[in-house]
C-alpha cells in the first residue's frame, strides 16, 4: 500500500537523508540579478551584460511553502538521477506523486530517496546507481511517500 502522508518533521539522519528546513510562510525575500539570456553550456559565446531584474528564489523554486522542506542526501544512490551526497532537495508534499517521480519515501519506518517505480513485480523504489539494488515493495510492507523532489540544489563548490 502507497500512502501519501504529512508527517511530523524530525532528523533521521541514519537513512540517507536529513530534513534541512521547512520553509517559512513569509520568507525573507532576498533578490537576486537573472541573466537576460540563458548561458551556452557548449561552446563560449560573446559575454551578455544584459539582465532582465531581479528573481525571488522562494517563488522560482517553491510552488507552496507550507507543504515545502529542504532535506539533504547522505550517500550517492541517485548519483545517475543527478543528485549527489550533501545535495539538498526541496520536498513539495502537496504534490500527488506518480510513478517516475523522485520521493521521499518512508519504507518499513525507514526514510529514502529514490525513484518510484511499478513493475510487473509490484512497487519498486529504484536507485539510480547501479551500485544500489532496486527496493521491491513487499506486500506487507509499510510504504508511505512522504513528499515528491521538486528540485536538487547541487553543490559545485
Known sequence: MIEHMFESMGRNETCGIALVSGVRQAPRRVPLREAFEAVPAGWPSAAQDYYSGEIDLNEHLISDPAATYIVRVAGDSMVGAGISDG???????????????????????????????????????????????DIIVEELSELRIWGVVTRCLHHVR
Open 87 to 133: 545535495d539538498e532537495l526541496i520536498v513539495d508534499r502537496s504534490k500527488e506523486p506518480q510513478y517516475g517521480d523522485v520521493v521521499i519515501a518512508m519504507l518499513d519506518g525507514d526514510l529514502t530517496v529514490k525513484r518510484l517505480q511499478r513493475t510487473e513485480a509490484g512497487v519498486v523504489l529504484c536507485a539510480a546507481n547501479p551500485r544500489y539494488p
